[in-house]
């Protein structure tokens, strides 16, 4: 049966996607290669305990925030999430002194002027930049941190929640660093549970609403005819035809699988090969002993040895799973790091004898996240965007191909917010497009 919209790839991207379009009367496929969807947000188990991959916290989810609206429509909000501390959401640990990041902008700039007197004024034009217009993406942002700041501790802090984007001096725009500020400053989030929870509720409405979201269907080849997508074609043997198609993988992995150079555009083809990918993380995910560490309402990010821009500088993320049951100790605990070597002794200086604390330890590497999702190189946070050369880094939903459309974190922002914003724009292109089947609307 042919369907309005088949989406390939079932991250947080696709699955926004196919939630919004079967919300609208779309009939919706997704397919999945793994025997599990979810992308980076997909959990493991390992004796009884579900460990998180991708996703540790978020921000912005008050009303009137950056993702309040659009998790409410994504039927997000009901699940259980858990305020993270308002003094100190994030605690920032540079060679031994520790700053805090409180919510709110103008607790976060009080907070911070308590350590910086001398650089109110700065923080207070940093957090207007942060509420106001997206930059420039011609914009670098560690240029603009020293243009703003005279204070080289006080810009290493304001990057130091960075372990959720890739700091990088010459390339990083400012307008991918400010969004990996702002919402956690309005206000930040846990779940009180593994990130499953979030797949599980979009699967469900998905199916619900008649669509269907299909694992083990890992598309190898997608037919052309007269110029458009027709169908693709899945290891489990089937073909799925459709008016228009969406790939929430990775744009050059989307384009190998069109056969027919000619339609592609060589030119593309060779943009997208030109293309760096940012580098991949480690996460060390922990066990710990009964009443061993009280859990502890906020994250920790520890760095030693240089300034939290130079890739060698040893650093750390600590995320520590809110406990279940109500008690008031923790029992998982994530270090993430992009350094191969182990984090345990710098995760010590924040959290003394911790190696004593656990009873069992599991560990990913970015080979097991290009495993799994298929990113390349195991990437965290997609493509690499560059102030430098923003409209070659920067993609558009749309591809070469007029009824196939991209999304997820390689086009224009990573992490949650990011890909929830262009899944959006994905779907209001195909809304927008008269050519398309909405017989069901």
Sequence with gaps: MKQDVVIIGSGFGGLACAHMLAKSGRGVVVLESHWQPGGCLQSYKRKGHAFDTGMHYLGGLDEGQTLHEVFQQLGLLKLPWYRLDREGFDRITIDGRTFRFAEGFDRFVDTLTADFPHQREALQQYVDMLQGPDADPSVNAWQWLNETFTDPLLIDVLAGSCLKTELCRESLPLFAFAHSQKGFIQSSWRLQGDSSLI????????R??????????EVQQLLEQDGRIAAARCSNGETYEADTFISDIHPAQAMAMVQNERIQKSIFRRRLDMLENTYGMYTW?????????PYFNHNKFVYRGGSVWEPATERVMLSCRVPEDGSSYATLLDLLTPHATDPIPLAETVIPHLRDMISEQYVSTPQTWERFTHTPHGSAYGIRKDSRQPLMTILSPQSPIPNLLLTGQNLVLHGLEGVVMTAQQTVDMVKNNSTFNIQHS
């Design 199 to 206: 797949v599980r509720s979009l699967v469900n409405d998905i």
């Design 208 to 217: 619900q609403m008649g669509g269907e979201v299909i694992c083990r269907a």
């Design 285 to 293: 995910s922990l066990v710990l002993k009964p009443e061993a560490l």
